[in-house]
């Protein structure tokens, strides 16, 4: 029997938008996006390039404002950046701070934090990322996928309950990307946070979600969105050997091709 009171909890979304258009001068952008982020889960918007990923992605985390609809988060409009929510930005090597040592970089945005318990925080998060021991490295004696790293353990250490990240992993080298998903799936786990990614990565969307919303070519809509029941813990030989995962991925790859659907959705 199912247990009514974890039903309830997951039936809650941590993020909702609703009728978000994004109008920049003429183009618009974003034509209307409507959709649920589940919480405690990974959910993934995957697109081609230009569909207006980052868009929406300033707009959910409060750094944009949509030119029509609006974004909940945990049931609050959200007007400003919300409290629990962190990013972690696609371009790593501008994020960090090149003449701060890491567990300085990772403690930047707590200022606030009292000092006992900050150096707690910056030593879990640094932890979680397997950069324990390595605090007193300057960013640029790292590699990038280290640096990236770094970032996501300065967002980690601020202990949000929804994890944003604009492309992460598009600047790093294929086995470091897949260590890095590796990664991710593994915090996400152990802390139960919910994570939102974009990217314009087909195998990346399959492999980390639990949730996809694929996005149409521009000006966007959704496209379809798709729950992906492939079981956890995933690796990268067995997960995408299976035949699952093989569907999932066509049916993506299918829908990201069909450059017409734009125009069947405009009466959506
Ligand atoms: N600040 C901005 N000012 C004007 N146009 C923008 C701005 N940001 C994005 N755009 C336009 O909005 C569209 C979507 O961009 P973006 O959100 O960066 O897409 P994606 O992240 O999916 O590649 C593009 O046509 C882009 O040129
Ligand atoms: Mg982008």
Redesign the pocket.
Known sequence: MTDPTAQTTSAVPELQLDRVA?R??D?L??RSITAEIPAHKVSVIV????????????IISGL?DPSEGSVSFEGQLVTGVPEGLAMVFQDYSRSLYPWMRVDKNVAFPLSKVPKKEREERVREALEAVGLAGRSHLYPWQMSGGMQQRVAIARALASRPKLLVM??PYASVDAQTRGDLEDLLLRIQRQLGITVLV?T?DIDESVYLADHIIV?ST?P?IVAETIDVDLPHPRDHVTTKTDPRYVEIRSHVTQLLRHRELRAVEDAS
Not at 47 to 58: F, N, W
């Open positions: 994004k920049y001068g183009n952008a974003v697109g081609p390039s230009g569909c207006g990923k980052s868009t929406l992605l300033r944009d604009d492309e974009v314009h996005l521009p966007s």
